[in-house]
């Protein structure tokens, strides 16, 4: 079995609005995070934070994901990926909740890799979402490191290649906005 967390618990500064309601493919792009996670993971956990009660509106049709409000999201993504952690009993994938074109079979894949934690890789280049093994779990919540990136660098960890370039794909500004537009 596998867990999963997303990460939806930020201001959306740079957006300047909340990203998790940009509309895709008439969707909330939340929701097509949660549903391509959810093809591949039993338990699937959604950090809120900043828009709370807005990110519970959008996901109140969905069946099948732990809700959990990170009281610390002004203290950044690695608090919310903390709390997040605090609630896997398997093995896991942490995700920011902005990544609407990473598709299940990214998930199936890295799934078949053998190292303790797990890269999705694009044209070389790193991205989300990340894949840890249950002995990861008192780790992350141990360190003092304060983003994943540097945690993930203290650990050997596999390089999974993958025929997505959405594991690069984040929703930061209205250009991202627009790009994502034109994938409809």
């Known amino acids: 079995m596998t867990d999963g967390i997303i990460l939806a618990g930020g201001y959306s ?3 300047g609005q909340n990203k998790m ?5 008439n969707k909330p792009v939340i929701i097509h995070t949660i549903k391509q996670m959810q093809a591949a993971c039993e338990n699937v956990y959604l950090v809120t934070g900043f828009y709370h009660d807005e990110i519970i509106q959008l996901v109140k049709d969905l ?3 732990h809700v959990t409000y990170n009281p610390n999201y002004a203290q950044g993504m690695f ?7 605090q609630y896997v009993q398997n093995n896991f994938f942490i ?3 902005d990544y609407p074109l990473v598709d299940s079979e990214v998930y199936h894949k890295m799934k078949l890799g053998t190292q303790a934690i797990r890269v999705p890789s694009f044209s070389f ?3 989300h979402p990340i894949y840890f093994d249950y002995s990861f779990k008192d780790k992350i919540l141990n360190t003092q490191l304060t983003d994943l990136k540097s945690f993930r660098n203290q650990y050997d ?5 993958v025929n997505n370039s959405g594991i690069l794909f984040d929703l ?9 537009r034109e994938k409809e």
């Open 63 to 65: 069946d099948d994901i």
């Open 21 to 25: 309601n940009i509309i895709f493919k």
């Open 79 to 85: 608090s919310s990926i903390k709390h997040g952690v």
């Open 157 to 161: 960890f596999e390089i999974i290649n």
């Open 95 to 97: 995700i920011p909740g």
């Open 125 to 127: 280049k790193l991205g």
């Open 172 to 180: 930061d500004t209205s250009e991202d906005v627009n790009k994502l």
């Open 13 to 15: 500064s740079r957006l």
